[in-house]
């Protein structure tokens, strides 16, 4: 995220609430009859699904199935009625809370299972439709599986746009070994208050401070701010996060994040100069943030410069040295499962601090020292409080222990003995009173 061939019909017509005829359902099974079966965009806020049925029994279950096409998500719902021979439900599934988002372009699939006290059960036909955003007549543009949405802009200025969008990702193909496999849906707003309402719900304060110049929702959506001076850079580097996350992303976890904004910095071209100066800067002073510092986001709006700069100049090296069909076994490596260090190693022959020290050397810096293992290292395992949710962990320890973690093992060592050792020495002096006591006795 950068911040600061499917035929659709006309997008207005979603506006619209679309009524789905269920011809044949009414004799189904010759007990439950379906009368219909609807839904309602209400974009942004919420879908509603409506059902009318009936049956000579009580009709006493109905249960509404969905899934979000493409990406694997499935799930069910039970709208609130009153049990009836004749009954009329609706669910209005939220979508764009704190728990769920959907984004426009999203493919949605549902059916209806109803059900009576009879035993009957009927299963209506699945409904597949898009959800898109109905305040705004959409216009189209595609090229080799990417579709580009607008609603305002020249058509000259979205084929510029389209023009740049192809020339990245055939340069990260070409240069990177990476190439997508599925479409992608990019819809471009003309005002940041245009597309605020699209994006994932977030605090008043930060939408109100915060410019989002494009983001990848998913594998295959992006939402893209048209009116930003850096409008065609953010569209090659969202697309090129959309086809890394398609052919890397799997079940396991996410790339290393110098991977994931290398790869992207890479589609781009040359490194812009801003980037490149304060790249060239921590070279002299010998700054550098080590590879495996950089597997994960800094928190520090400071580092973000030279964090980009560092994962591009990390990702071109590898290229440059190992090309691009190494780069290409790497991602396929991720998708299986690996972690970071692991994959480096099966592909490369190296981890993350052999990367780095590498990476150094083609730099003109000397490796970094070698990490020492300490002790709470080898002696302390990681503890999650009892009823907590455990905490995802590094894939691996820092290169460079730091000071909290040092005492971290000291204070563990000693709250042991405190607790753990005075227990075990109370234990034994009651064990010699007792049989003291037991003497004396005798």
Same mark, same amino acid.
């Not at 009927?122 to 949405?149: C, H, M, N, P, S």
């Not at 994932?200 to 939402?223: A, D, F, H, N």
């Not at 440059?320 to 490596?333: A, P």
């Given at each position: 995220?950068?911040?600061?061939?499917?035929?659709?019909?006309?997008?207005?017509?979603?506006?619209?609430?679309?009524?789905?005829?269920?011809?044949?359902?009414?004799?189904?099974?010759?007990?439950?009859? #379906?009368?219909?079966?609807?839904?309602?965009?209400?974009?942004?806020?919420?879908?509603? *699904?409506?059902?009318?049925?009936?049956?000579?029994?009580?009709?006493?279950?109905?249960?509404?199935?969905?899934?979000?096409?493409?990406?694997?998500?499935?799930?069910?719902?039970?709208?609130?009625?009153?049990?009836?021979?004749?009954?009329?439900?609706?669910?209005?599934?939220?979508?764009?809370?704190?728990?769920?988002?959907?984004?426009?372009?999203?493919?949605?699939?549902?059916?209806?299972?109803?059900?009576?006290?009879?035993?009957?059960?009927?299963?209506?036909?699945?409904?597949?439709?898009?959800?898109?955003?109905?305040?705004?007549?959409?216009?189209?543009?595609?090229?080799?599986?990417?579709?580009?949405?607008?609603?305002?802009?020249?058509?000259?200025?979205?084929?510029?746009?389209?023009?740049?969008?192809?020339?990245?990702?055939?340069?990260? &193909?070409?240069? =990177?070994?990476? &190439?997508?496999?599925?479409?992608?849906?990019?819809?471009?707003?003309?005002?940041?208050?245009?597309?605020?309402?699209?994006?994932?719900?977030?605090?008043?304060?930060?939408?109100?401070?915060? #410019?989002?110049?494009? #983001?990848?929702?998913?594998?295959?959506?992006?939402?893209?701010?048209?009116?930003?001076?850096? @409008?065609?850079?953010?569209?090659?580097?969202?697309?090129?996060?959309?086809?890394?996350?398609?052919?890397?992303?799997?079940? *396991?976890?996410?790339?290393?994040?110098?991977?994931?904004?290398?790869?992207?910095?890479?589609?781009? +071209?040359?490194?812009?100069?801003?980037?490149?100066?304060?790249?060239?800067?921590?070279?002299?002073?010998?700054?550098?943030?080590?590879?495996?510092?950089?597997?994960?986001?800094?928190?520090?709006?400071?580092?973000?410069?030279?964090?980009?700069?560092?994962?591009?100049?990390?990702?071109?090296?590898?290229?440059?040295?190992?090309?691009?069909?190494?780069?290409?076994?790497?991602?396929?490596? *991720?998708?299986?499962?690996?972690?970071?260090?692991?994959?480096?190693?099966?592909?490369?022959?190296?981890?993350?601090? +052999?990367?780095?020290?590498?990476?150094?050397?083609?730099?003109?810096?000397?490796?970094?020292?070698?990490?020492?293992?300490?002790?709470?290292?080898?002696?302390?395992?990681?503890?999650?409080?009892?009823?907590?949710?455990?905490?995802?962990?590094?894939?691996?320890?820092?290169?460079?222990?730091?000071?909290?973690? &040092?005492?971290?093992?000291?204070?563990? #060592?000693?709250?042991?003995?405190?607790?753990?050792? &005075?227990?075990?020495?109370? @234990?034994?002096?009651?064990?010699?009173?007792?049989?003291?006591?037991?003497?004396?006795? =005798?």
């Amino acid at each position: 995220m950068r911040i600061a061939r499917l035929v659709l019909p006309p997008l207005f017509i979603f506006l619209l609430v679309a009524v789905i005829a269920t011809p044949g359902l009414a004799q189904a099974q010759g007990e439950i009859a #379906v009368l219909s079966s609807s839904h309602e965009n209400r974009f942004p806020e919420e879908i509603v *699904f409506r059902l009318e049925a009936e049956s000579p029994a009580k009709i006493e279950k109905i249960t509404l199935f969905y899934r979000i096409m493409g990406e694997g998500t499935s799930a069910y719902a039970y709208p609130d009625f009153t049990p009836s021979q004749k009954v009329k439900v609706e669910y209005a599934l939220k979508s764009n809370t704190q728990q769920t988002y959907l984004p426009p372009g999203t493919e949605i699939g549902y059916y209806w299972l109803v059900e009576d006290a009879a035993g009957h059960r009927l299963q209506t036909k699945e409904i597949i439709f898009t959800y898109d955003d109905i305040r705004f007549t959409w216009k189209k543009a595609t090229r080799d599986g990417v579709t580009l949405y607008w609603y305002s802009f020249g058509e000259s200025f979205i084929q510029e746009l389209l023009n740049e969008a192809v020339a990245g990702l055939e340069r990260l &193909s070409a240069e =990177a070994g990476v &190439s997508y496999i599925i479409p992608m849906k990019i819809f471009i707003y003309d005002s940041k208050r245009d597309m605020d309402p699209a994006l994932p719900q977030k605090s008043e304060t930060y939408t109100q401070q915060t #410019v989002t110049l494009g #983001v990848r929702l998913t594998s295959e959506i992006m939402l893209l701010l048209g009116n930003h001076p850096e @409008v065609k850079e953010t569209i090659v580097h969202e697309l090129s996060h959309m086809v890394i996350h398609q052919l890397a992303e799997g079940p *396991f976890g996410d790339l290393p994040a110098w991977l994931d904004e290398g790869l992207a910095m890479y589609a781009e +071209g040359a490194l812009p100069e801003r980037y490149l100066s304060t790249l060239n800067s921590a070279i002299r002073r010998d700054e550098l943030i080590s590879v495996r510092s950089l597997s994960s986001y800094s928190g520090d709006p400071s580092q973000v410069t030279i964090f980009y700069a560092e994962s591009w100049s990390i990702v071109k090296y590898l290229l440059d040295t190992y090309g691009r069909e190494k780069m290409s076994e790497l991602l396929k490596v *991720f998708k299986e499962g690996s972690r970071y260090d692991d994959a480096l190693q099966k592909i490369y022959g190296f981890d993350m601090d +052999g990367l780095d020290a590498q990476w150094r050397l083609s730099l003109g810096l000397k490796p970094r020292p070698s990490p020492q293992p300490t002790a709470e290292r080898r002696t302390m395992p990681t503890l999650v409080p009892f009823g907590a949710e455990p905490q995802s962990q590094p894939t691996s320890p820092p290169s460079t222990p730091t000071t909290a973690g &040092s005492g971290g093992g000291s204070s563990a #060592v000693i709250w042991y003995w405190l607790v753990g050792g &005075s227990s075990l020495v109370a @234990v034994i002096l009651a064990l010699v009173a007792l049989t003291l006591t037991r003497r004396r006795r =005798a």
